[in-house]
């Protein structure tokens, strides 16, 4: 099978120690003879020893003598708060948003995406920490405002609303009254949505609530120019770590346009994720911010996606039809994220869930994936299976 596999390492936030290179080294020689890799991501912790060479140097060299990219994995805008100050979100009705921190490492407090001192300490942590090791590429995440799942509901969700941002909605004349009305009028479905047409694009009963999303992906797009161009100047490859389609919009991602930044992008598909950016995560999180009783709010936003609602876990043959439908729309590569760690009450991963997940990719012919999101908390298990599937003598394809 013609299979390309991109390889995701943790090694902690901003504020946490560095894994040990020997472990590091130890995972990717369990794998790498077995597996198609042709890039490994990994980030984001600062290294901590200062006094011998860095994880991420050896990391370096190791994978140069592979022939594989080495991509740093940095996170946009949240966490830059942990090593930086940063100005935070402001709601429609004028309040600051609140840290918001999750359980697994990661902090989940989102700073205003359209205020250059905000940009300019993603560059700053990048020289500070980063510069001087030889990265073949950067992979740029938390590029969006929070959902639903950040703590804050639509409180999150429908802002920046800070005086800065105030500035760009009235050059745009967009009219932020206009948007209170939508959200306190009733509505038949979650938000007023109508239609779902696939790759992120939606329909609204109130155009207040349609040209609000617009302008949230337009804001970040613009500060992604200008984040890429820092990077490309200094000859790096780029990766883009985003929502599934279905969800990018609530989030301020325009996916097409965003795919004309980037080498590739990675829709984080996780379907049995029960954190950030995992689907029935995320997809509670909203319905539970929507007015009205939870069976019929559910029934209704289901119909209007095309999921089943009687599935356990969350509908793989959606899944797959939103990845195509991705592919098919994206300037870049599309590499499907799928889970193979194994964390707690948070990501319940077995090989028989991956590998129903992979063969239905391969059916549908999508062949490259990002093996995700952690290869270091991936069970020797789910690595065996993975290698039984699309390794160099893998069975499926």
Not at 20 to 42: H, N
Not at 293 to 301: G, R, T, V
Request: glycine share 6%; proline share 6%; charged share 25%.
């Amino acid at each position: 099978m013609d299979c390309e596999l991109i390889l995701q390492i943790f090694t902690g936030g901003f504020s946490g120690d560095t894994v040990s290179y020997e472990a590091v080294e130890k995972k990717l020689l369990s794998v790498l003879p077995d597996l198609p890799v042709r890039k490994v991501i990994m980030g984001w912790a600062p290294d901590v020893i200062r006094s011998h060479r860095s994880v991420y140097e050896k990391t370096a060299a190791f994978l140069a003598k592979r022939n594989i990219e080495f991509f740093l994995w940095f996170p946009v805008f949240s966490e830059t708060g942990v090593a930086r100050d940063q100005s935070p979100l402001v709601d429609l009705y004028g309040r600051r948003l609140e840290n918001s921190r999750d359980q697994a490492g990661e902090d989940f407090a989102f700073c205003c995406p359209n205020d250059p001192r905000n940009i300019e300490n993603i560059f700053d942590i990048f020289e500070r920490e980063f510069s001087s090791i030889p990265f073949t590429g950067i992979f740029l995440d938390k590029i969006r405002y929070p959902s639903f799942a950040q703590g804050h509901g639509q409180r999150g969700v429908f802002s920046c609303f800070c005086p800065r941002c105030q500035a760009k909605y009235e050059r745009e004349n967009f009219d932020p009254r206009q948007l209170q009305k939508a959200l306190s009028r009733p509505v038949s479905s979650p938000f007023g949505i109508t239609a779902y047409r696939g790759s992120g694009v939606y329909t609204f009963e109130d155009p207040a609530v349609s040209e609000f999303f617009s302008l949230k992906a337009a804001f970040i797009f613009q500060s992604m120019q200008q984040i890429c161009q820092y990077f490309r100047e200094k000859g790096f490859k780029i990766g883009f770590d985003v929502f599934a389609p279905f969800l990018s919009p609530f989030v301020g991602q325009d996916l097409a346009s965003l795919s004309r930044l980037c080498d590739f992008m990675k829709p984080m598909m996780y379907r049995i994720t029960q954190a950030p950016a995992g689907l029935p995560f995320e997809l509670e999180a909203l319905l539970a911010e929507t007015d009205g009783e939870y069976a019929i709010k559910k029934q209704i936003f289901y119909e209007l996606l095309g999921l089943d609602p009687h599935k356990n876990m969350f509908d793989l043959a959606f899944t797959v039809k939103e990845t195509s439908g991705f592919i098919s729309s994206s300037a870049c590569p599309v590499y499907p994220g799928v889970e193979i760690n194994r964390k707690k009450n948070m990501a319940e991963v077995y090989p028989d869930y991956i590998e129903e997940t992979l063969r239905a990719y391969t059916a549908a012919g999508i062949n490259n994936f990002v093996l995700s999101w952690d290869l270091l908390s991936a069970p020797e298990e789910n690595l065996d299976r993975i290698c039984e599937l699309v390794g160099n003598r893998g069975t499926i394809g």
